[in-house]
Nanobody, 123 residues
Framework: QVQLVESGGGLVQVGGSLRLSCAAS????????MGWFRRAPGKEREFVAR????????DYADSVKGRFTISRDNAKSTVYLQMSSLKPEDTAVYYC????????????????WGQGIQVTVSS
């Protein structure tokens, strides 16, 4: 399996921006579709965004569409989540995940997960 390590989280004010990074190691990164998920306090884990192996296809949850952008750099084995216009409801632990097969919105499709990183949006 590929190993994943997230970075870039922290505390930000409403309306601010953050960029999360997820560095992969252990396998050929370009063979994996990638996704971002999040878990807010007291809530279930939810899909945020996904990106195909080549980066040519992306998909977003309605709650973040137009504010978040997922991208990847296969040469650096890294996937990014640029978050803008942040809202208090974006506060959560964010996880990146890798799928060797079809990459969709279901967490069950992903084989490897990072440890998660906290994002807190203060009002």
């Amino acid at each position: 399996q590929v190993q994943l390590v997230e970075s870039g989280g922290g505390l930000v004010q409403v309306g601010g921006s953050l960029r999360l990074s997820c560095a992969a190691s252990g396998r050929t990164f370009s063979n994996y579709g990638m996704g971002w998920f999040r878990r807010a306090p007291g809530k279930e884990r939810e899909f945020v965004a996904r990106i195909s192996r080549s980066g040519g296809t992306t998909d977003y949850a309605d709650s973040v569409k137009g504010r978040f952008t997922i991208s990847r750099d296969n040469a650096k084995s890294t996937v990014y989540l640029q978050m803008s216009s942040l809202k208090p409801e974006d506060t959560a632990v964010y996880y990146c995940a890798a799928s060797i097969s079809y990459v969709g919105r279901s967490a069950a499709l992903y084989n490897s997960w990072g440890q998660g990183i906290q994002v807190t949006v203060s009002s």
